[in-house]
């Protein structure tokens, strides 16, 4: 019998779009100087909004303004701090449907991971670092704040990752100048207003929005002492040699070509789930996607035939639909670049397979597929995609599968599959990568590190030691 | 890997333990994912009266008496006498001395007549008792079995008893369905209830079912799910539909939608059907007939409105 | 009669533990505090540069699998072989910076607690650096840190000896391997220590030395796209930024040079943490 899921959308009521927003700059929002930009909404192509496009003259503003709150922000004491952002994390709380839906809206990411994951995470992330903030001297990285960071985030994960940078800066005593990606600027701007009702003081948080020169004038901002980027490699390696010869601190969260690898004793079943939350949760637009899957030559054939039956069932279409499993691709542009490195694949002789699923007309959609047949020369297992895009690979020995994960200039995550513990614990050790899911995949937690080896990038997020990256060195 | 003889327990323990591993956590979340489906509108329609039509409307009480059995028979047949668009339940279930009360009240209405036997709930007694517990059942009137394993055995590592004992039951059984009770929350791992749900089958079950409705936990949904997980591999494997039963602890409309969505996404449609699914459930239906009531009428429903049997 | 002409030592690389000239052929004159000839150093090329990578990058698995308790008794093992050549350090960091032999004698006994120091950290640090952390699931999740790899040091000009070794033990404590370029006004004393390193137990390549330009070899050794981390500690502000920018090309983690360091100030945990990374392990808890 088929049991056909009748459409289930959340409500878009919840949340109020404005038909244009400025920038969020000493407690509020002004004009920007450059030429606005539209935002749409992904999978309609539907415009949602126009925004400010913040000049170099701006950001200046905008730094100002933080330098200027700083004085009073780091003079505060720590447990009047934390009380900020213990209001801002209630608040999101209670914001959280209405983010949920803002964030799938611009995003186009299921509702279903934006009200699971995304929120919950943003909530819990600025819970667990206004705790710290009143605890600086016993986590080993020293009091003194940094001054101003400037931070820019990229568009997977908007509001998470504002939180990953916002909440440790704030909690050590920085003020804060975030650059949010310009394909999804609204949760940021529904942020600034949380800011307002939160009675922040002005110049705490600014957001200035626009495009990658807006960034590079955060990050080249003279009086800017913190730099904090998540993005493309590229743009990392750009940012790098800018603040080469000054004094500026930097952490960058860059990409990754994670492998994810399955051996012949894992549990099958939750190594296909595994697999499934490696590459296809959040589209696959997720840094640490598990996008190259080596599975143990022994089991390829029945687990393939096993990850195939289990991608029939996603269900891909409207963000906003509760039973959506994969959503829209974010931009055009992500769109573009998923398609060509898919040709490419298939030009360089691996075989694509793609469950039987309809991609609606409008909007920007690319259905989960699978290559079989990739080697590690072919670009689609050494190049980010960056999408719903897996890779599959085999292996036959635990230092192959350990060569392999290994030979590539990233190092972010890697995910390894067996029941056997002291091979899990021999994998873990050798991998070049700066988080390891043994068992698991995508799992993140305020509590819990994450950031990269060799290009994904350093400095770490999450945890005590996501403090270092807003503390100067004790020496 | 190749199916074992039953011949040794060493054979069957090389099988059983060469299956491949359930990770417990992520077994829960998946489940967990799955009950995050929202079925609405049409949807619930339909699954509310599938759900409906896969109940084993059940009483196994020390206190049950004829009576009470033909009252819970009558409603089987129309479980909302106001409204004959609502589908009969797949079955009834109760005790050996009950089934031919139960066959006089369902007679050819299609609802079928299970009944539980072998030393139910416990399993404990001689192979000889549990098989002269089945023919009763069996003599009775019973279309179906639902016979509870050996935990001892099975917990101990003597699965050839186990597998022994189901395949004299199912032979017990003649025409009758044979469901097989593994009361999972007596068998504390994951990795257990898979293995016990390929002995069942090996063995020759007919259906594999959660829980004896008496052991908490009972029919949980990841238990469920690795069952389901089971059967599905089996008919890839052996080319032999088994069907699964969650019986235990499913109450509301929610939980027996929760299992329809893992069945839809875990064994597939082909088991979306009262022959390869049902729901041990007694006080489900109530609330199913109460959240279709809602779907027709528009408004909320109240326990006053339905029969109590 | 007349004196005893010395036999003088031939001041040579120190490359995947094995003492080669460098393929250049190069050499250059080192002279003491007051100018007089002291030796002809080997002067390292870009080729020196790289052999010195590929040995460090060889030298890397064993190295950093190395338990923590064995690297640390092969740092105090140094310290002991640096104790026991007292005396020629002594010489050789006189005439470097021209000091008294008083004054050299501290640097040196300076030189070897710092090895003593470091050699103790190298099994606390991942306590310290390293954290259990209470994840809100029923997820094991421990993160440990972890060496960057292959580290290039630019060691400090002045401080030819102590300075060096406070640059190379805090990297290879914790299981990085390193090519360093020496101080290149001072270089005798490093290739001294290249002979103490050789002869305590340390892996080769672990610890490769490079004499000759800095402003020659800094900018290979940054661009390297098989090197992981940069420490810029002895270079100057104009190489220091070049060898950043260069550095970014692989995103190196780079310490930039801090001024003047007080080398006998504590030296704190900076000079570790620096070259390390931190990994986090996830595992479901179940039955």
């Known amino acids: ?475 | 890997m190749s199916i074992p003889t039953a011949s040794s327990n060493a054979s069957l323990r090389a099988f059983l333990h060469g299956l491949p591993g359930v990770d417990r956590v992520g077994a829960d979340a998946r489940a967990a994912g799955l009950g995050t489906r929202s079925i609405k509108t049409t949807a619930k329609r339909q699954a509310i009266d599938l759900a409906i039509s896969m109940v084993d409307l059940t009483t196994l009480e020390g206190a049950d008496t004829r009576g009470k059995v033909r009252a819970m028979c009558a409603k089987a047949v129309h479980p909302d006498p106001t409204d004959p668009t609502v589908p009969k339940v797949a079955a009834v279930c109760v005790y050996p001395d009950l089934v031919a009360e139960a066959r006089d009240v369902v007679g050819s209405s299609g609802v079928k007549v299970a009944s539980v036997a072998t030393a139910f709930p416990s399993g404990r007694s001689s192979l000889e008792v549990k098989v002269a517990d089945t023919a009763m059942a069996v003599a009775a009137g019973a279309d179906e079995i639902d016979m509870v394993i050996d935990r001892g055995a099975f917990l101990s590592g003597d699965y050839v008893k186990v597998f022994e004992e189901i395949q004299a039951i199912k032979a017990a059984c003649g025409e009758a369905h044979l469901k097989v009770i593994l009361e999972t929350g007596e068998l504390a791992t994951y990795d257990n209830v898979r293995r016990a749900s390929w002995l069942a089958m090996l063995a020759g079950g007919d259906f594999i079912k959660t829980s004896t409705g008496k052991v908490q936990p009972a029919a949980t949904l990841p238990v469920t799910l690795v069952m389901l997980e089971a059967v599905r591999d089996f008919r890839d494997r052996e080319g032999r539909m088994v069907g699964v039963k969650p019986a235990g602890g499913i109450r509301t409309t929610k939980d027996a939608i929760k299992m329809l969505v893992l069945v839809n996404e875990t064994a597939g449609p082909d088991w979306l059907d009262p022959d390869w699914f049902r729901l041990g459930a007694s006080s489900v239906l109530n609330d199913l007939l109460m959240q279709r009531q809602k779907l027709t009428t528009g408004r909320y429903a109240g326990p006053d409105y339905f029969t109590l049997d | 009669m007349s004196e005893r002409l010395s036999v003088r030592k031939t001041y040579k690389l120190y490359i995947g533990g094995a003492f080669p000239r460098s393929e250049s052929g190069r050499s250059y004159v080192v002279t003491g505090a007051k100018g007089e000839f002291l030796a002809n150093a080997s002067k390292a090329s870009r080729k020196d540069v790289r052999d010195a990578v590929s040995a460090a990058r060889k030298a890397f698995p064993g190295w950093s699998s190395a338990t923590a308790y064995n690297r640390g008794q092969i740092l105090y093992r140094i310290a002991e072989m640096l104790e026991g050549r007292r005396a020629q350090f002594v010489s050789e960091v006189a005439e470097a910076d021209g000091v008294s032999g008083k004054k050299a004698g501290e640097l040196v006994d300076a030189a070897v607690d710092r090895l003593v120091w470091y050699a103790g950290w190298s099994d606390k640090i991942s306590s310290l650096r390293g954290s259990a952390n209470p994840v809100a699931g029923p997820y094991f999740n421990l993160s440990t840190p972890e060496p960057t790899g292959v580290v290039g040091i630019v060691a400090p000009p002045m401080g030819p000896l102590f300075g060096l070794v406070s640059v190379i033990a805090p990297v290879i404590v914790t299981g990085n391997t390193c090519v360093v370029i020496a101080s290149e006004r001072a270089p005798l004393p490093s290739i001294t220590l290249a002979e103490v390193l050789a002869t305590s137990d340390l892996p080769g390549g672990v610890v490769n030395i490079l004499t000759g330009s800095s402003a020659e070899m800094a900018p290979w050794l940054a661009g390297h796209m098989d090197v992981n981390g940069l420490d810029l500690t002895g270079a100057d502000a104009e190489l220091a930024q070049k060898c950043e920018e260069l550095a970014a090309e692989n995103l190196k983690r780079v310490l930039r040079p801090n001024g003047k360091t007080d080398w006998a100030a504590d030296p704190g945990t900076g000079r570790m943490t620096a070259f390390l990374e931190t990994k986090t392990v996830w595992h479901p808890i179940g039955i």
């Not at chain 1, 605890?135 to 704040?145: C, I, R, V």
């Not at chain 1, 069932?313 to 691709?329: E, H, Q, S, V």
């Open chain 1, 1 to 475: 019998m088929i049991f056909e899921y009748a459409p289930a959308p959340e409500s878009r009521e919840v949340v109020d779009i404005r038909p244009s927003y400025g920038l969020f700059i000493n407690g509020e929002f002004v004009d920007g100087s450059g030429t606005p930009f539209k935002t749409v909404n992904p999978a309609s192509e539907e415009t949602l909004a126009e925004v400010a496009t913040a000049t170099e003259a701006d950001v200046d503003r905008a730094v100002q303004a933080a330098r200027k709150a700083f004085g009073v922000w780091s003079a505060l004491p720590g447990s009047e701090r934390a009380k900020y952002l213990f209001r801002i994390a209630r608040i999101i709380q209670e914001r959280a449907r209405e983010l949920a839906v803002l964030e799938s809206l611009d995003n186009g990411k299921p509702i279903k991971e934006s009200r699971d994951v995304d929120l919950p995470l943003v909530a819990a992330h600025f819970f667990y670092y206004a705790g710290w903030a009143d605890k600086l001297q016993y986590a080993g990285y020293g009091t003194t704040p940094l001054g101003v960071a400037g931070q820019v985030i990229p568009w997977n994960f908007p509001l998470l990752m504002l939180a990953w940078k916002i909440a440790p800066a704030l909690a050590c005593g920085n003020t804060v100048v975030l650059k949010p990606a310009e394909t999804t600027p609204l949760t940021a701007l529904l942020f600034a207003e949380i800011c307002q009702q939160a009675d922040l003081p002005p110049g705490v948080v600014n957001i200035v929005t626009g495009a990658g020169d807006t960034g590079a004038a955060v990050v080249g901002h003279p009086d800017v002492d913190k730099v904090a980027f998540t993005g493309s490699t590229e743009v990392g390696r750009l940012i790098a040699r800018a603040v080469a010869g000054t004094t500026k601190k930097v952490t960058l969260e860059l990409g990754g070509k994670a492998a994810n690898i399955v051996f012949d004793d894992a549990a099958i079943d939750q190594a296909v789930e595994g697999i499934v939350t490696g590459i296809f949760f959040n589209q696959g637009h997720v840094c640490c996607a598990g996008s190259r899957l080596l599975v143990q030559e022994s089991v390829a054939e029945e687990l393939l035939s096993s990850l195939k039956r289990r991608l029939s069932t996603l269900r891909l279409g409207d963000p906003l639909d509760k039973n959506t499993d994969i959503g829209a691709i974010n931009s055009a542009a992500q769109l573009a670049k998923i398609r060509e490195l898919s040709e490419a694949g298939e030009a360089e002789g691996a075989s694509r397979w793609s469950p039987a699923c309809a991609l609606p007309e409008k909007g920007f959609w690319f259905p989960p597929t699978v290559f079989t047949g990739v080697s590690q020369s072919h670009r689609i297992a050494r190049e980010e995609i960056f999408g719903p895009v897996l890779s599959v690979l085999t292996f036959r020995t635990p230092a192959e599968a350990v060569e392999k994960a290994n030979n590539t200039p990233y190092g972010l995550s890697a995910g390894v599959w067996t029941e056997k513990a002291s091979r899990m614990l021999w994998m873990a050790n050798r991998l070049r990568a700066g988080v390891v899911w043994s068992n698991t995949f995508n799992k993140f937690d305020p509590t819990s590190p994450f950031g990269g080896y060799k290009e994904s990038g350093y400095g770490r997020e999450g945890g005590r030691h996501g403090l270092e990256a807003y503390l100067k060195e004790i020496s």
